[in-house]
């Protein structure tokens, strides 16, 4: 699977960005889709995630700002950012695991490259 993040860049305070990543092949409806950023000079961290079926998960500084869907047709999954804070800037990625549920970095078998989500105050 090759994953392609793209809708970074930059955003005032309290904007929105919407982050699209795409897939390549015919099984991406078998994987569930995470999203994970990183800071500079910060581990990588995960922030948003959906399963197989739809169920999403949710770190908790980002519950009722970011959100996750699927669209399988299209081997595409989206973040929709709200509320933008400057601590929200990073490198955006996206990520395939053939875990249902999946948090971990490690859990996940394949990246994109990134896309950059810059926060100005």
């Known amino acids: 699977v090759q994953l392609q993040a793209c809708g970074g860049g930059l955003v005032l305070a309290g904007g929105y960005l919407r982050l699209s990543c795409g897939a390549s092949g015919r099984t991406f409806s078998r994987y569930s889709m995470g999203w994970f950023r990183q800071a500079p000079g910060k581990e990588r961290e995960f922030v948003i995630g959906i399963s197989q079926s739809g169920s999403t998960y949710i770190e908790d500084s980002v519950k009722g700002r970011f959100s996750i869907s699927r669209d399988n047709a299209k081997n595409t999954v989206y973040l929709q950012m709200n509320s933008l804070k400057p601590e929200d800037t990073a490198v955006y990625y996206c990520?395939?695991?053939?875990?249902?549920?999946?948090?971990?970095?490690?859990?996940?078998?394949?990246w994109g490259q990134g896309t950059q989500v810059t926060v100005s105050s």
């Open positions: 990520a395939a695991s053939g875990s249902s549920i999946a948090t971990m970095h490690y859990e996940y078998d394949y």
